[in-house]
């Protein structure tokens, strides 16, 4: 009798240690956060010393890009592994729009929910606005956030005032919704009470760890800062040499620092792959509100490497060596297959665009797989605007964005940009990743390699520069 009662303790033992062999996943994403914004990418003046803390731990990456430079599609590009124009995710939703991810796309949590893992999203969502569109419905456990991005209120930039002026979009918008799961439970209705939203969030994330410590967990922790307006806690007011956007990064950090403590306190750090990240680059009009780019040209909605570079820190003690940089091309579509091959899980039956950078990580190669790299942009559009090839850059006639022909904002008020032609242009990367020179003149067969690159691109996926329809896209869920 007491061997029969052992047996199925040893068994149940065995069970969850087979369990927690399998690596934990966290993904912190920052809002707008700049390529130069931290320390381990060059920002002085703003200490970081959580985000440096993972940088020594773990590899950075100088190359890392956000598949298309604006909130939504970026979201579902890492989520989804997949461009965002393959899945109707292009551009940014706004209260009232009629589409949202379609729950049918597999995404990182549902694909780890399959492999045994308790999931949680923390922060900002911006994949659907209304139910059955929130996180629970694509694979996470828990979520407790906000539907979109903390500017989508009827409040002006100095966060307080309502909107009544009819012809400010922002009028329309409803009180900024608060979730938990399924259920609105608050609004959040001035800069005074989103300046609480990092604590929150990060508070929430440290409990879903303490919870989940004996089996594996999928934590996404999704801040919605350092998007503008800024909000930051009493606690952070006033501690930056940079003013309130340094008192926000600060805060970020801390957040930071409160998950690596609890991994440590909890015994996990060993077993949690850390990813640090952003969504895109910085939202320049605000200027003394906004990020760095890092010496990298324009910012957040353009196609221009300071809205796509992104910073891209990773941890995992024991298989990623600390300290090391690399500076292979990758995007966060090749998140989801990499997460994929760490946690044995497997792959979607649909076509994904993400590659497997594992073995780069683990120093099994110093080069990753990728070596191309679309760069799609639009709101209710879907314009191949460049092709990255190797250590060029093909851009193509388009209207783009341009934060350097106007002032930017001051003081939390937006600036005015101006929105210019640019022309065919070739850059080499590797000598002028500020994208200043031209070269298309010296090099005509590396525009002809490029150019039969981009058709491949628009048969595969469409192109409305060209009046290309794409042959292997996805349709969105439809909003009713």
């Given at each position: 009798m007491l061997l029969l009662l052992v047996i199925p303790f040893i068994s149940s033992k065995i069970t969850a240690q087979s369990k927690?062999?399998?690596?934990n996943i966290v993904i912190i994403n920052m809002d707008d956060m700049g390529y130069g914004d931290t320390e381990p990418y060059g920002m002085t003046g703003i200490p970081t010393p959580h985000f440096n803390q993972v940088a020594k731990e773990g590899?950075?990456?100088?190359?890392?890009?956000?598949?298309?430079?604006?909130?939504?599609?970026?979201?579902?590009?890492?989520?989804?592994?997949?461009?965002?124009n393959r899945i109707g995710m292009s551009g940014v939703l706004l209260p009232g729009a009629k589409h949202a991810l379609n729950p049918k796309e597999e995404t990182i949590a549902s694909l780890l929910k399959k492999s045994g893992y308790k999931t949680a999203n923390y922060g900002k969502w911006h994949l659907g606005n209304n139910l059955p569109y929130w996180p629970t419905n694509y694979g996470f456990d828990e979520f407790f956030g906000i539907p979109y991005s903390h500017d989508v209120w009827p409040i002006d930039y100095d966060g307080y005032s309502l909107v009544t002026d009819p012809k400010d979009l922002r009028s329309t918008f409803p009180p900024l919704p608060l979730i938990s799961n399924t259920t609105v439970i608050d609004t959040i209705r001035n800069i005074k009470e989103a300046s609480k939203l990092t604590t929150l969030f990060?508070?929430?994330?440290?409990?879903?760890?303490?919870?989940?410590?004996?089996?594996?967990?999928?934590?996404?922790?999704?801040?919605?800062?350092?998007?503008?307006?800024?909000a930051v806690s009493d606690k952070f007011k006033g501690k930056s040499e940079l003013g309130l956007f340094g008192d926000v990064i600060?805060?970020?950090?801390?957040?930071?620092?409160?998950?690596?403590?609890?991994?440590?306190?909890?015994?996990?750090?060993?077993?949690?792959?850390?990813?640090?990240?952003?969504?895109?680059?910085?939202?320049?009009f605000f200027g003394d509100n906004a990020g760095s780019s890092g010496g990298y040209r324009e910012g957040k909605s353009t196609t221009w490497e300071g809205g796509t570079r992104v910073p891209f820190l990773i941890r995992w003690p024991g298989k990623i060596e600390a300290g090391t940089v690399n500076g292979s091309l990758m995007t966060n579509m090749d998140l989801l297959p990499t997460i994929?091959?760490?946690?044995?899980?497997?792959?979607?039956?649909?076509?994904?665009?993400?590659?497997d950078f594992l073995s780069l990580l683990t120093g099994k190669t110093n080069k990753g797989p990728r070596d191309t790299f679309y760069?799609?942009?639009?709101?209710?559009?879907?314009?191949?605007?460049?092709?990255?090839?190797?250590?060029?850059k093909l851009v193509f006639p388009h209207k783009s964005t341009s934060y350097n022909k106007n002032l930017t904002g001051k003081g939390g008020l937006r600036g005015k940009?101006?929105?210019?032609?640019?022309?065919?242009?070739?850059?080499?990367?590797?000598?002028?990743?500020?994208?200043?020179?031209?070269?298309?003149?010296?090099?005509?067969?590396?525009?002809a390699e490029i150019q039969k690159i981009a058709e491949t691109a628009r048969e595969d996926l469409g192109d409305d520069l060209t009046n290309k329809v794409g042959k292997n896209v996805r349709k969105p869920a439809i909003v009713e």
């Open positions: 927690s062999q399998k690596p590899m950075r990456l100088t190359n890392f890009n956000s598949a298309q430079a604006i909130c939504t599609a970026s979201r579902a590009a890492l989520l989804t592994g997949c461009y965002p990060t508070e929430k994330a440290v409990g879903f760890i303490k919870k989940n410590k004996k089996q594996p967990f999928f934590l996404y922790l999704t801040h919605p800062l350092p998007h503008a307006p800024l600060m805060e970020i950090d801390w957040s930071i620092g409160e998950i690596l403590k609890t991994l440590d306190q909890e015994g996990l750090t060993k077993n949690t792959v850390v990813i640090v990240t952003s969504d895109n680059g910085p939202w320049l994929a091959d760490i946690t044995k899980s497997a792959l979607p039956e649909n076509k994904i665009d993400g590659l760069y799609y942009f639009g709101v209710g559009s879907n314009n191949l605007e460049a092709i990255r090839y190797k250590h060029w940009g101006a929105v210019v032609e640019v022309p065919l242009a070739l850059y080499d990367l590797a000598h002028d990743p500020g994208e200043v020179r031209d070269v298309q003149e010296l090099y005509p067969e590396i525009v």
